[in-house]
């Protein structure tokens, strides 16, 4: 059981369904469940909102995250009547791999493709949209500019986009920085602290005492990983056309961990990006304080967006 927020009823996994699927070596953790059937009533959407024929949610965490951490959003989804389902990138959460390690950051793009299929082929959903976190965005995001038709072909109408990697904002010494790109390349295994001063990821105590006591979070960062995340980001920093499929982005005034400017910059000038900045928020938006006011923005866009591109039924 996990706690929801003060004043509301504890809440078990929403999963109902786990999976383990190969992908390049990698053995994945997916996972998902059917939308929740609530009744109608003055406090909740009207029959509508539950129908069988809602596009599915593919949860796509962010780095040192996992999908065990978002039972409260994904409890609170499937009661707005979508299907949820998700992954543990490799190297997370409950997938195999050395914690945080990738050989190339196209692997991240050919797991996200295994995963929607496989959640798809076990739901029998076929349309969807992908929610992604932090690095789980940035990995939505060049498979956009790098594939710009995979995502689509496996169903996916559009993407929702909490706080995405495109720059780090933590200050870090310059020194393991520069140790980061070298050893990316000399030294790929290795993984260190990343120095600087602590920061927070949420306003609400008690999800920031969850984070520091889970322990498939882990808190060192991977030297190829950040090489490659790191020409990652700079690739989609640098794209400034349209994009293949809707995206909307929710982000953090105040994070402390990715730059708030460069994201809006992105969300600025790529044309058809709908973005909402919330000022005073830290970058886990989905745990932060009023998180239930982010959980109705990002509903509001699904909606607005099924209705201008009706599902491919």
Do not use: C
């Not at 469940?33 to 949860?59: C, I, K, N, Q, W």
């Not at 040192?64 to 949820?84: C, I, K």
């Not at 969850?210 to 490659?228: C, M, Q």
């Amino acid at each position: 059981m996990t706690d929801r927020l003060p004043g509301t009823p504890p809440f078990t996994d929403p999963f109902t369904t786990h999976l383990t699927i190969p992908s390049g070596g990698a053995r994945l953790h997916v996972a998902g469940g059917p939308a929740a059937v609530v009744a109608a009533s003055a406090s909740s959407p009207s029959p509508e909102a539950y129908s069988p024929d809602r596009p599915g949610l593919f949860l796509l965490p962010g780095y040192a995250d996992h999908l065990g951490r978002y039972a409260e959003t994904v409890h609170h989804l499937r009661n707005q009547g979508y299907p949820v389902w998700g992954m543990d990138p490799r190297g997370h959460g409950l997938s195999s791999g050395r914690r945080g390690y990738v050989r190339r950051f196209a692997d991240h793009l050919d797991d996200l493709e295994a995963g929607v299929d496989a959640a798809q082929r076990a739901s029998g959903v076929n349309d969807w949209f992908v929610l992604a976190h932090s690095t789980g965005a940035l990995v939505v995001l060049l498979s956009l500019l790098k594939r710009p038709t995979a995502l689509a072909a496996l169903g996916v109408r559009g993407a929702a986009l909490t706080s995405p990697l495109l720059g780090i904002r933590l200050k870090t010494p310059l020194w393991r920085r520069a140790l980061g790109m070298v050893a990316g390349a000399l030294l790929p295994r290795l993984s260190i602290q990343p120095g600087g001063k602590p920061y927070h990821n949420s306003h609400d105590p008690v999800e920031q005492q969850k984070r520091l006591t889970d322990p498939l979070v882990f808190t060192t960062v991977n030297a190829r990983w950040y090489a490659e995340a790191s020409r990652a980001m700079a690739l989609v920093r640098g794209h400034a056309g349209p994009l293949p499929l809707p995206v909307g982005v929710w982000f953090a005034g105040d994070d402390q961990l990715v730059d708030p400017e460069v994201t809006q910059r992105f969300a600025g000038d790529v044309p058809g990006v709908a973005w909402t900045r919330y000022p005073g928020m830290y970058h886990e938006i989905l745990f932060e304080v009023d998180r239930p006011r982010v959980w109705r923005d990002i509903v509001a866009w699904l909606e607005r967006v099924g209705q201008e591109s009706p599902a491919g039924r």
